[in-house]
């Protein structure tokens, strides 16, 4: 089965300050790995995604990722961090031919001033 | 380039009802799959439906059913509704060998009385 374990619910920082979100993942399999942001009453959006090409993913909106395979991570960072990033972020994992995503609980960022 | 679209946007039913929920895959998408995501925490999968069949089926009851069209829209039935089915209803679409990327609509909020 697999999982995914995001470490801290509630995320906080400044404008232009840098964002690191954390996700964990459980996979018997090698692993498809997704980031998604959530803005308030809307449905999901693709951010970046790892299907085991560069380790180093790049997405839209300025954010990257970078998977670990010995740390089974895939942390979600941007170097400047701005309001418009405020949203409740989640990480998700999958694999080749599989048919679920499994997400964690999310964790929601809010810019302060 | 229209993406996912659902329908409708918000429903109240009381309990005990019958609810009938709408997705239209992106254009080229051929398969569809539901998640139900609770109030402060992360999307779990529901099932996915692939040339009009479910393909897996997460743990839901059966009074959670559905069907997939010709054209590959989808439709989510739930029976029997509970207070605790309250919730934003996600479509995500994907090509068959997309490698597992999903993308969402932007969900039904089902409020049940």
């Known amino acids: 089965a697999q999982s995914v374990t995001q470490l801290g619910s509630h995320v906080s920082v400044s404008e232009g300050a840098l964002v690191l979100l954390r996700c964990n993942y459980s996979s018997s399999v090698p692993p498809y790995l997704f980031w998604y942001v959530q803005y308030p009453n809307q449905g999901l959006q693709l951010l970046l995604k790892y299907t085991s090409a560069a380790t180093l993913v790049k997405g839209i909106n300025g954010f990257e990722a970078e998977f670990k395979k010995s740390e089974t991570s895939f942390h979600l960072t941007k170097p400047s961090a701005h309001m418009s990033d405020a949203a409740e972020y989640f990480c998700a994992v999958t694999n080749q031919g599989a048919q679920k995503l499994v997400f964690g609980q999310g964790t929601r960022l809010t810019i302060n001033p | 380039d229209a993406g996912v679209t659902q329908s409708p946007t918000h429903l109240i039913k009381t309990r005990g009802q019958q609810v009938t929920l709408r997705c239209s895959p992106k254009?080229?998408?051929?398969?569809v799959s539901w998640y139900q995501q609770a109030l402060g925490q992360g999307p779990q999968f529901i099932f996915q439906y692939y040339e009009e069949e479910e393909r897996q089926r997460g743990n839901f009851p059966d009074r959670f059913s559905g069907h997939q069209f010709p054209n590959y829209s989808s439709e989510l039935n739930v029976n029997a509704l509970l207070l605790g089915d309250s919730a934003l209803y996600l479509c995500a679409s994907s090509p068959a060998l997309g490698g597992g990327t999903q993308y969402f609509g932007p969900g039904t909020r089902l409020t049940v009385l």
């Open positions: 254009s080229g998408h051929d398969t």
